[in-house]
């Protein structure tokens, strides 16, 4: 049965503004961006935004149907994913970092919910930059109602389980948004995958 509700823990302005405008400058300039593509009904297309993983070895898996090339884990990103670990009372040894480099670029409707992914580990996501909104729908469609959550700068949100088992996740266009937005998901890739 699908929970009324998915399970969302939001710490807003979890790092403080200068620190996370550092954070932000930072991994704008220091990340090793990459343009993804996906094949739909036989025609490739640039992902409408830009990405780069990072995870502990073997802990690596495909996303999207993309298998991902794993870059090593930058020291700031070490530096964020153990202040992470510490407000979440465990450890995370997967990465997907996000650019939306303006409001044209988005996340489609998906659940994290893969089967490397270890389904008991909550998933750590920090924004930072222009603020989005991140959308929530049942899977099972009309179980419940869907949900909208405003992620601004310096945000920590956890999805707890077993929000990906019941629940797609979005981030919509926003035209009107001109500034990029930099998003972390920390996830936990059980042994093997
Ligand atoms: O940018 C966001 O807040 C969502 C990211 C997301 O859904 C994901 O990385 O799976």
């Known amino acids: 049965m699908t929970p009324d509700r998915p399970r969302l823990r939001h710490l807003p302005g979890w790092v403080a503004g200068p620190e996370a405008d550092r954070w932000l400058r930072r991994l ?4 090793t961006w990459k343009q993804e593509h996906i094949t739909v009904y036989g025609r490739r297309h640039a992902m409408p935004r830009l990405t780069c993983w990072m995870a502990d070895s073997g802990c690596g898996y495909r996303y999207s149907g993309l298998e991902n090339r794993i870059e090593p884990w930058a020291p700031l990103v ?12 465990r450890s995370f040894n997967s990465l997907l970092l996000n650019l939306y480099r303006d409001g044209r670029d988005a996340m489609g409707w998906h659940a994290d ?34 949900e909208a959550m405003e992620l601004g700068h310096g945000d920590l949100l956890f999805m707890d389980p ?3 088992q019941h629940w797609q996740h979005g981030l919509p266009r926003r035209v009107k948004v001109t500034g990029p937005r930099v998003n972390l998901t920390f996830r936990v890739v059980t042994a093997g995958g």
């Open 78 to 89: 070490e530096t964020i994913r153990r202040r992470v670990a510490a407000t979440a009372g």
């Open 28 to 31: 704008l300039e220091e990340v």
């Open 113 to 146: 919910d893969e089967p490397e992914l270890d389904a008991g580990a909550p998933i750590a996501s920090l924004s930072l930059g222009a603020s989005r909104t991140l959308r929530f729908r049942p899977r099972q469609r009309d179980a419940a109602p869907s």
């Open 162 to 164: 077993p929000t990906q």
